[in-house]
DNA sequence: GATGATTGGGAAAAGGTTTTCTCAGACGAG
DNA sequence: CTCGTCTGAGAAAACCTTTTCCCAATCATC
């Protein structure tokens, strides 16, 4: 299956290729890349003598000739986090089949950095840059406004006039209520993280929309942190009331996971059963809380593979020369169904 | 502070600056490296020049030429894992600071991808390859042993006669398990993972030697899966036993922090304390986990991040041609001690 | 057999940088 | 004034590949 030849100490050359099959490097150069005229003979050897010597072609080389390196930076701020990593994924997996490597750049939170890494990527060519981060409405520290190359922000705040991905949080935020709505409950509460996120205002406005539409009553939602601990204040508060048992809640749409972990580990405490008493939906589906909690969490995935991939997609449309609207492109969400609210009538 | 050059269209190149300062490019070249003779004044023009025109030599011509790109490539199957991360972040803080990019390539565990990456890694030449993993006892999916360039392997299985770097898991089992003994601790538990994994043993050793060393008993640990769920039912068999109270166990070695989250909800449910009857340690530090048990987990820090960086800076000492002895090195772990286990008698 | 078209393949430039070699001029010593 | 040395700077090769242009030989046609 492999090729016999020797483990070479140093890379094999078009040059010596040529030389071994008897041809001039130019023509040994079009034989293996189709291009010229020649005898299929003469060309069928050439092959074969560059898959017998192992012989790869220099991508430094052929990269400074045309001016394309198939190579593209990945620019985040989030170390540790854990939404950049499937999307990471997502990017990476788009690029590999077009041949394109990716070169990881963490800024952390540093300006220095940041512009430190971006010039690193011009000066090795990048053929473009995508921008991710930890938070959808915070730039990172770098300016790429004026690069000379496509860039594509995803999860992070775009310049303006330049192309975004971002996941529809208040088309989530609607999947969510409007399953609770369809199973029947009434009297929803929403339990979010700091006001001090965009995505909170945007996900609280879809659920009062939600309920509004439905005729249901809307109680204002609950900003706290994002947090377990959170989750369990919050129960105290929504639960521990004087109003009548009609009138609390039987379902909570939770800002994230731990919060929702928080609020499902409050409820029992009380006594409150969940999915029976109470139904709970977080956001993020970070599988590792949401299938810990018990009952397993119903949640909202925000699919950041998928906006990898897309984002990905995209930049390699723009280094191919297509042009692209700018402009914030929002995918949806969607609801991962486990055992946190119970089972629609119909399913 | 910045250069007042209009943001040029094409990135502008020596000859460029050569032309602009009246020189030859050889001259310049030699004048921006600080090689050559010439007169300082000449010297002086030249910089300036490239300043003005903000001028950055173009890595891929300098790769060509001295057969060192400046790059390396990292080889992962931990996509989503959180161990990679921290591992991540210390391999490129080491490089970065020496002016070497990382390609990130996700091998997923599937052979076929892990040839492409490395075959693509190889054609943009990099100077040297990190591969790393998900779990220190498997290899990845590919073969670097005859590779031409150097290899450092970290947190997964290194080829013989290769570098590896691992953390010391006998060494955090001691920490944690002499801690409880520095504490008072008597009949301390182990509570673990899975039996198909290599560091289960190591920690259950250094476990059943320290208990030794203290003439303290040995219980058999209890191996199970990696879950809240499973410190939940480790708990129920360590303690809903018909043994006198004296005969159950003060404290509890866990194998993972999600273990020793189960069996604390675990034994918050039976009415027994944490830290008052019982102590309990992690391992992993997963701080979003450790920080939100009640009470917070004091838990074993594999230091991964130092790992990545050790790793980093080896690699950067073999692509600089130091000879390094083959072998694997064991990187101490550090327990981060909260409030799980009361605090020792001095503390 | 002469002319033109076609075929197979090579020479050379280009891409941007570094480095070695070379050379012209200046300068000091005799 | 001549010889040798030193100084400042340029020419050119090298890294490896691709591509354009060109040439010689073959073939078909009249």
Redesign the interface.
């Known amino acids: 299956m492999s090729s016999d030849a020797p483990?070479?100490?140093?890379?094999v050359t078009l040059r010596e290729v040529a030389f071994a099959a008897g041809v001039s490097v130019a023509t040994a150069s079009k034989a293996l890349n189709g291009q010229g005229r020649m005898t299929a003979q003469t060309r069928e050897r050439i092959r074969e003598t560059a898959q017998r010597l192992g012989f790869?072609?220099?991508?430094?080389?052929q990269?400074?000739l045309r001016k394309r390196?198939f190579?593209v930076g990945?620019l985040t701020n989030d170390?540790?986090g854990?939404f950049s990593?499937?999307l990471?994924?997502g990017v990476?997996d788009a690029l590999?089949d077009a041949?394109v490597?990716?070169?990881?750049?963490?800024v952390e939170d540093d300006q220095r950095?940041g512009q430190?890494?971006v010039?690193?990527?011009?000066?090795?060519?990048v053929d473009g840059i995508i921008a991710t981060g930890k938070r959808i409405d915070r730039h990172l520290p770098v300016d790429l406004a004026?690069l000379?190359i496509p860039v594509i922000y995803a999860f992070t705040q775009p310049d303006p006039d330049a192309i975004g991905f971002e996941s529809d949080d208040a088309g989530g935020a609607r999947l969510a209520v409007e399953h609770f709505c369809a199973l029947g409950r009434r009297r929803i509460a929403h339990v979010s993280g700091p006001a001090s996120f965009t995505v909170v205002h945007e996900r609280a406005r879809a659920y009062r929309e939600v309920l509004t539409e439905h005729g249901l009553p809307v109680a204002e939602p609950l900003l706290g942190h994002w947090?377990?601990?959170w989750g369990h204040e919050a129960v105290a508060r929504l639960f521990d009331g004087t109003a009548g048992r009609g009138e609390k809640p039987d379902a909570v749409f939770c800002g994230n996971d731990?919060i929702a972990r928080g609020v499902i580990?409050a409820l029992r405490e009380r006594g409150i059963g969940v999915p029976g008493d109470v139904g709970v939906i977080g956001f993020d589906n970070w599988e590792?809380v949401a299938e810990?909690t018990r009952p397993p969490l119903t949640s909202v995935d925000m699919n950041l593979s998928a906006l990898g991939r897309e984002a990905g997609l995209a930049l390699l449309s723009l280094v191919g020369g297509q042009p692209a609207a700018p402009g914030i492109r929002k995918l949806p969400c969607r609801l991962v169904v486990r055992q946190s609210c119970g089972r629609p009538p119909g399913g």
């Open positions: 483990p070479a100490k140093t890379p790869r072609p220099n991508s430094l080389a990269s400074l390196s190579t990945l170390t540790y854990r990593l499937p990471m994924a990476s590999v041949g490597s990716v070169f990881l750049c963490n950095l430190l890494h010039e690193a990527m011009l000066d090795k060519r004026n000379r947090s377990e601990a731990q580990d590792i810990a």
